[in-house]
Nanobody
Framework: LKLVESGGGVVQPGGSLRLSCAAS????????IGWFRQVPGKEREVVSC????????NYADSVKGRFTISRDNAKKTLYLQMNSLKPEDTAVYYC????????????????????WGQGTQVTVSS
């Protein structure tokens, strides 16, 4: 499974961005998915995850109510809608998928993931 992110950029505080992650190689519908972010000098942290069916989602406390994860299996793409952005959201954002998933499970630790995109930079600054 290959994952390629897009949609990053520079946005003012309070603004919005939608990140996309295009999947290829295998049908996206077989995989749970996740979004992570990382700033230099810090560990990669989870932002959000979604189960294979899409019925289970979870979010880091820092983004709850502002970010929304979604997937379009027909388009082989997953998304992260980010609203009310704050300077502390500045990071490189990665999409990821585990090789194996338990039905209904949503994975919130990076060690559970096997496939990663190359990352896209999001900068929130006035």
């Amino acid at each position: 499974l290959k994952l390629v992110e897009s949609g990053g950029g520079v946005v003012q505080p309070g603004g919005s961005l939608r990140l996309s992650c295009a999947a290829s190689g295998y049908p996206l519908e077989y995989y749970a998915i996740g979004w992570f972010r990382q700033v230099p000098g810090k560990e990669r942290e989870v932002v959000s995850c979604m189960s294979v069916s899409g019925g289970t989602t979870n979010y880091a406390d820092s983004v709850k109510g502002r970010f929304t994860i979604s997937r379009d299996n027909a388009k082989k793409t997953l998304y992260l809608q980010m609203n009310s952005l704050k300077p502390e959201d500045t990071a490189v954002y990665y999409c990821a998928a585990p090789e194996f998933s338990i039905r209904g499970m949503c994975y919130m630790t990076s060690n559970d993931y096997d496939f990663w995109g190359q990352g896209t930079q999001v900068t929130v600054s006035s």
